[in-house]
């Protein structure tokens, strides 16, 4: 007997998507024998919105292309304008500029490692690893004024310069996520459930993933030996040491595995960079008239290789800017990695790419309901409020790597 | 010798078109401008010789008169080649580079959205990235265009 095919949409707006995009998935049984994808859901018209701005708007316009690598679409658009420029831009800015992208990269791979245990079900890690992620979301806050779009870029180098506290800070940061990291290394190559949830879910061959166009995480956990930072490299790559980690999984085992490893990567390449953080100005003035010309510009971003092309014309505003993002180059593997696979594994082969979604919120009016009095609540009095509420409801976060040793200890 | 200097001088040998019309812009960035007859032999010759073997993006450029594509080009050290051609802005057309990359249908389709270049071979599919009912004829990215309420409806000005 065949079985009748069936055709759903998944998306635009889907309990099991972040994001707006449309699936259209033909099925047989729980079997997929077909996936289409529908994007543009989310297009702003950013590209023409940057020749209509000027530079200077661009660099801030570029940042929120995306909530998440925004540093990543800044740096990527303002040294792609530095090079028509001919600008040179002081170590210690490309310096700060790498610092921030590294810390981008910790929050990010944190972010997801919590977006795939939700996906699967793992929503404890989800709880554990978003608990973790507040760590470099405040030192992002604490060097640059914000949690995401950090606005630390500008034409010519950085806006705001580090502080000794602030590098004191962290360095202890980095410590701290070090061993939490460590802590979900030994989950990922231990927990079994989790291991056989994502083992051979989402194949995607070297092969294919060469074919395709697959970049960042995605193309490394399929072997392809590919980072921008190492091959093509911008900022401060070239004066510093990593590995690019690579793994032979294909699957989103493989990808789990390779962002853990690059966090731990992150946490020794901003130590690095802190350490030699070199003297001098942050910033070289470029002025406000662009010369004729254009530049293509690479960086590696958490999600993998973002692209952007400026094409200049003399005046104070750019003839084209083009943006590639990630996503765009990996979404066109998800297809292949759906062949013939079980309907109940798209929510974590579609979030195994890492796709992108946007988020923050910093600042809340709060309005009294007797008396209509406005108060503001800061970030900080936010998170202090967060802390003594799950303190007075009988939950203590505080040591909890610690508190979880001791318990394991007392098992064993 | 640099390894950009390297791949400029091979292509200068094997190809008598690109005399004058190809040059480094920085180390590991080379810039070829080609018309567009030359350009499937220079696109194959970089891919399978020159060992090319990542298309980065495709970007599509009004230029008044024409309308310029880019083939953003990457070897696996680095390196970007950028090749460069221009077809008329009338009724323009361009052949499809989805048999050599998969991957171009998606910048190919976004060719045709936002510049309206006619891509020849492309698979049928979903377009990208404009809505489903915009407007036939409006294309965001020419330079002529504005956006005009009445043609493309509150939804999308």
Redesign the interface.
Known sequence: MTMHKFTIPVGPQHPALKEPESFLVTLSGEKIMKFSARLGYNHRGIEKACEERTYTQDVYLTERICGICSHSHSTCFVQAVEEIAGAVVPNRALYIRTIIAELERIHSHLLWLGVAGHEVGFDTLLMYTWRDRELVMDILALTTGNRVNYGINTIGGVRRDLTSDQIKKTLNAMDKLEERTKYYIQIATEETTLIKRLSGVGVLSHKDAVKLGAVGPTARASGVDRDVRRDDPYAAYDQIKFKVITDNHNDVYGRTLVRMGELMECYNMIRQLLKNLPEGPITVKVPRKIPAGEATSRYEAPRGEDVHYVKSNGTEKPERVKVRAPTLANIQTVAKMLEDRQLADLPIVIAAIDPCFSCTDRLTVLKDSDSGKKRVMKWEDLHHYSIEWHLKHGVDFSGLNSKLSAKLAKVK | MSKEEEILQALVKKFGFLENRIKT??P??I?ADVDIGNFKTLLDYAVKELRF?????M?G?DEGEKIAV?Y?M?S?????L?IRTAIAKVNPSLKTITDI???A???ERELED?LGIKVDGLAP???????DGWPAGEY??RKD?KKNKEKVGDDHA
């Open positions: 812009q920085r590991r960035r810039l073997p990542i298309l980065l993006t970007t450029l880019i953003h990457a696996e050290d680095g390196c970007i950028n990359f998969p991957n249908d998606i910048y936002l599919g979903n377009r990208y990235p404009l809505p965001p990215l265009w």
